[in-house]
């Protein structure tokens, strides 16, 4: 079963970058659609970005388009989110997972704490 790590999170200023990494174990290349999750205080998880196997973004949510860039390296096993112009409002724990349909598909990790303050 594929285990998935998150790393990356930390303390930012609005308007800072952070680039999170979730690298991929426990299976040899690995190449399933992949997403970034998050979920905020007092808030429901929610998708913020979907990759293709092959390295094609497939969705952004709204409230991130044009700020962050989801990306992926399949020879490292691991999915990137690359966040800029941070807002208070990003702050959240970040989950990785395989998707289907946008929706979650497998046993979540750990998550990364981001916090963004003004």
């Known amino acids: 079963q594929v285990q998935l790590v998150e790393s990356g999170g930390g303390l930012v200023q609005a308007g800072g970058s952070l680039r999170l990494s979730c690298e991929a174990s426990?299976?040899?290349?690995?190449?399933?659609?992949m997403g970034w999750f998050r979920q905020g205080p007092g808030k429901e998880r929610d998708v913020v970005a979907t990759i293709s196997g092959q390295g094609i973004p497939v969705y952004y949510a709204d409230s991130v388009k044009g700020r962050f860039t989801i990306s992926r390296d399949n020879a490292k096993n691991t999915v990137y989110l690359q966040m800029n112009s941070l807002k208070p409002e990003d702050t959240a724990v970040y989950y990785c997972?395989?998707?289907?349909?946008?929706?979650?598909?497998?046993?979540w990790g750990q998550g990364t704490q981001v916090t963004v303050s003004l």
């Open positions: 997972n395989t998707v289907v349909a946008r929706r979650a598909s497998g046993p």
């Open positions: 426990g299976r040899r290349n690995f190449a399933a659609a």
